[in-house]
């Protein structure tokens, strides 16, 4: 995988997403390797051609040398296959490129799931010399900030012919935003939306720590401006690094992963193997009934299940 | 509260979302008080109208005799205060109503504190009395799935002047939506878009467990149409009883709140615990400078701070 191959990169990564203690292993053997990627994060509403944009770019940065990972959660993308409109075919370009690899990190589970996923994909990318990554979510709302804290650098795009989408672009959003990216600049509509996100950007700035928030216009479909938006992501991954800012958000990351790692031993395997051996039925039976309480049947579950399975395991 | 005190309802609300002991203390003895109300999600993308026709619904409701509580979980929403460009003034006719409470549940903590301050707040909600419960999310990604299956009839918003989202109504959406409602249906554009939600509803029918999902038409900005909305609830609440489709999801329901305890109990707190008393620095120190991966950091974290802890505290 490290040397390059594609095959065996896709099996490290469904190896990943099918979880369990296979999957653990190879993620805590790669850990090593991983560290050395750029994160590029594009989020925007639908609409606002954002798989077009991440295409293009993918291209640009591969045609200049380097190898690029898409990662899909947005699970409307054409690129998770999930678009009920949506033209594949537009997407086949950078899919084809040898010097690039996608992959659709959109699953049915929980948020919670596809973030870890998104997540652990990230490293095995990195960890196979990927270099940048980019990641591309729905998020137009508060709710994805945790897949987009993996980003360092975090694009938000936006449309002209987009209603009331402004509303979308709110505090939360602009707070995290390192760029924002204006597409299908050559609809009607431009010069206000530009003026509008321009105002948006002041007013980030403001609030920022020293970055100046740019607002690059590109044509995705055409490759207008691409260059322009490449030019302001290597900016800001240098003033990421002059500010030591990776550093920090690293630290975060670390933390971040500690917790997940935490939460699938200690709650999800404890619960799996009560479902499994029917110890969780009674419980769930006593909380429907208005018996106990989520906390007094968490208690009970505890005492029994997790203090258990440890006690049975060894642990102490 | 269970008096119908509106101070002490929001006393009980300001106290869960503060979390800790307290809370959970409050939870437990609220939960056989609760399982009562109806609870309403409605979502659609910005621009639907989506908060005008929470508005407008409780309103009705509430004139109908029920007491109506509304929980704002998208922080665009102008109930939540995070709309940027947003008229509050159109929401404040229910927020003055004697029969309608609204609280706000967007924070600026990650999607799993937003979801399980949701699930919280109804529950809160549902013990003092109020029946139904109005969850409004923005809901446009997979990702707020968490927080929509809180809802016994989610209802999904559209408008005709929106560009490109019908992506967003993508299958998931509709595997989960009860009823499809078109908002802002005297702008230009209705049929062709009423066409599109039929087939979209048509869609999911096939999919669908015997629900045939409607798809109303309503001007929440007049009223026109929300009595035929108010009937479409009526109906799908009365199908989820004959079918016991309420005491499923109650079962799932409660499976996710033991979930979530066990998650403040096993994880965040000793987390908590471990960052303030300094052991928890190390150990990411470790994980940046790839000494421990993060699994490994994890086991020496539960070897050492979660059953130290339960061994402290005397729970075995």
């Known amino acids: ?10 099996e490290a990564l469904s190896l990943v997403e099918r979880g369990g203690e296979p999957a653990a292993r190879l993620l805590a053997r790669l850990h090593a390797m991983t560290g050395g990627a750029h994160v590029i994060g594009i989020t925007g509403p639908p609409g606002s051609g954002k798989s077009t944009l991440v295409n293009v770019l993918a291209l640009h940065l591969a045609e200049a040398g380097r190898r690029v990972g898409v990662i899909a959660v947005d699970p409307s993308s054409p690129f998770t296959g999930g678009a009920l409109l949506g033209d594949r075919v ?4 950078a899919s084809g490129h040898p010097s690039i690899f996608i992959r659709s990190a959109a699953t049915r589970c929980s948020l919670g799931g596809l973030a870890r996923t998104t997540h652990q994909f990230v490293r095995v990318f990195d960890a196979a010399g990927y270099d940048p990554i980019i990641v591309e979510t729905v998020g137009v709302g508060q709710s994805e900030v945790d897949i987009w804290k993996l980003a360092h650098t975090p694009i938000v795009v936006e449309a002209p012919a987009l209603g009331d989408d402004i509303q979308a672009m709110k505090a939360g959003v602009l707070e995290i935003a390192a760029i924002l990216c204006l597409n299908k600049a050559d609809l009607d509509g431009v010069d206000a939306k530009l003026r509008q996100l321009r105002e948006l950007a002041g007013f980030a700035r403001e609030h920022g720590g020293g970055w100046k928030l740019p607002v690059v216009s590109v044509v995705a479909q055409s490759g207008q401006g691409v260059d322009k938006l490449v030019d302001a992501v290597a900016a800001h991954l240098q003033w990421l690094d002059r ?3 990776r550093q920090a958000m690293e630290r975060e990351r670390a933390a971040a992963e500690l917790r997940s790692v935490l939460e699938a031993e200690l709650v999800d395997a404890p619960l ?9 039925t009674p419980l769930i039976d006593a909380i429907v009934e208005r018996r106990l309480s989520p906390t007094a049947a968490a208690s009970e579950f505890m005492r029994v299940a ?3 399975t440890a006690q049975a ?3 102490w």
């Open 313 to 315: 395991e060894g642990r």
């Open 90 to 93: 537009r997407m086949s370009r």
């Open 306 to 308: 997790v203090l258990g």
């Open 1 to 10: 995988m490290r040397g390059g191959s594609k095959r065996e990169l896709g």
């Open 272 to 280: 799996a193997t009560a479902r499994a051996d029917g110890r969780l």
């Open 243 to 245: 500010e030591q800012r």
